[in-house]
């Protein structure tokens, strides 16, 4: 098997109001909104989020993205009006920031990812 494309799911309440939030997270509109429940940014050439209502499933979301700056990162997202939690430095030397969308699904900023540990 051959996995051409990831695909990572977030599931929301209300679309409208969880699109203008994942704006403001990765700073641009949605790639896609290939139906009227599901808008897409693709955020690696391969990789994309997806924001989907699921009111059955809204606030249970763990989305990790691991970026090359973490500092800079936290700041753009804070110029933007969104706040994350503080930087935390775990398990060998990789750093966390942690924050949540309007309907309670946390979304993780990590710098110093590592492939291999």
């Known amino acids: 098997m051959s996995i ?3 695909l990572a799911v977030v599931p ?6 969880a699109n203008s ?8 509109p949605a790639d896609n909104n290939p139906m009227p429940s ?3 940014w693709q955020v690696t050439d391969h990789g994309w989020v997806q924001v989907s209502v ?12 691991a ?3 973490i500092d800079a990162h ?7 009006g969104l706040v994350t939690g503080e930087i935390q430095t775990v398990t060998k030397g990789v ?19 590592r492939e291999k540990y």
């Open 38 to 40: 599901l808008v897409e």
């Open 4 to 6: 051409v494309h990831l």
């Open 54 to 65: 699921d009111t059955g499933r809204a606030g249970s979301g763990l989305l990790n993205l």
């Open 12 to 17: 929301v309440s209300d679309l409208p109001t």
């Open 67 to 69: 970026v090359d700056d």
């Open 95 to 113: 750093q966390l920031s942690a924050i949540t969308d309007p309907d309670g699904n946390t979304i993780t900023v990590i710098g110093s990812f």
């Open 74 to 80: 936290v700041a753009e997202m804070a110029a933007r």
């Open 21 to 28: 939030w994942y704006e403001r997270l990765f700073g641009r």
